[in-house]
């Protein structure tokens, strides 16, 4: 896995520029269906994603669980509108998202991402590691 995290605020942004309504444009929810079409060439790979998946202390706004027969991490992702990429992850680990997928698989990446009119998009990547949570 590359883990390059502008790589994926750029298509993030892309995708997001190109599909969301100028209306919506600033809602979670609208970058939340920019994820979903962004990860629709991973089907083959993972089970279909998993939207306010309830773990830990909250819900997880996007999991995509890997399929059974491949080798790929579970991606957990955080969503964030006028906060950053780490505090993405920051909740992540404070709510344990991690806590049913790691019954899963043990292998995930935690990924924030985050907009805001100033800034745009940014993203922050990071493997779990379970004695960091």
Known sequence: MAMDEDAVAAHIETIHNETASILKYNDENSLKCVVLAAYLSARAY????????????????V?????KNVNYPALLIELKW???????????????????????????L????????????????????????
């Open 46 to 61: 993972y089970l279909p994603p998993n939207l306010e998946l309830p773990s830990g202390k909250g819900y997880a706004d």
């Open 63 to 67: 999991v995509y669980l890997p399929q």
């Open 82 to 108: 006028n906060k950053s990429a780490r505090e993405a992850i920051s909740q992540i680990a404070d709510k344990q998202y991690t806590d049913w997928i790691e019954r899963y698989t043990g292998n995930i």
């Open 110 to 133: 935690l990924i924030g991402i985050s907009y805001n009119e100033k800034k745009g998009h940014s993203c922050r990547i990071e493997k779990y590691q379970p004695d960091k949570q």
